[in-house]
């Protein structure tokens, strides 16, 4: 992984444990599917609170599981950040996309996988 990209993964890390700069705002030129209270929990059982989902991606950073990062079509050529998440036998995988802009961090999914929901 690249410098630049360490820093973007910490910088993620800050923005996604601080209250005051995250946001999942839907917009038609910027849809999100943010859904923390549909996802279980794998450690501690119970469904995902919203600060309890933006707390988890800020621990999966930290732990260095893996990023990828993606150019949107919706809005066209922005950047994002999207992690495939295993949560545990018999569970669906969990899909996270991320983004940055305007010093914030932006929620654009938290949900259980679509491919795995159609099996």
């Not at 943010?34 to 279980?40: H, K, L």
Request: net charge positive.
């Amino acid at each position: 992984m690249s410098p630049d990209f360490e820093a973007v993964r910490e910088e993620l890390i800050r923005l996604c444990r601080n209250r005051k700069t995250r946001r999942v705002i839907f917009t038609k030129n910027a849809p999100c599917d943010w859904q923390p209270r549909s996802v279980a929990h794998p450690k501690f059982g119970g469904y995902f609170s919203d600060p309890g989902a933006w707390e988890y991606v800020a621990a999966l950073l930290e732990e260095g599981h893996a990023i990828e990062e993606v150019i949107l079509s919706n809005p066209p050529g922005e950047r994002a950040y999207v992690m495939n998440v295993d949560l545990g036998p018999r569970q669906p995988r969990l899909y996270v996309k991320i983004q940055i802009k305007a010093g914030c961090v932006f929620g654009r999914s938290f949900h259980y996988s679509y491919e795995q929901r159609t099996q």
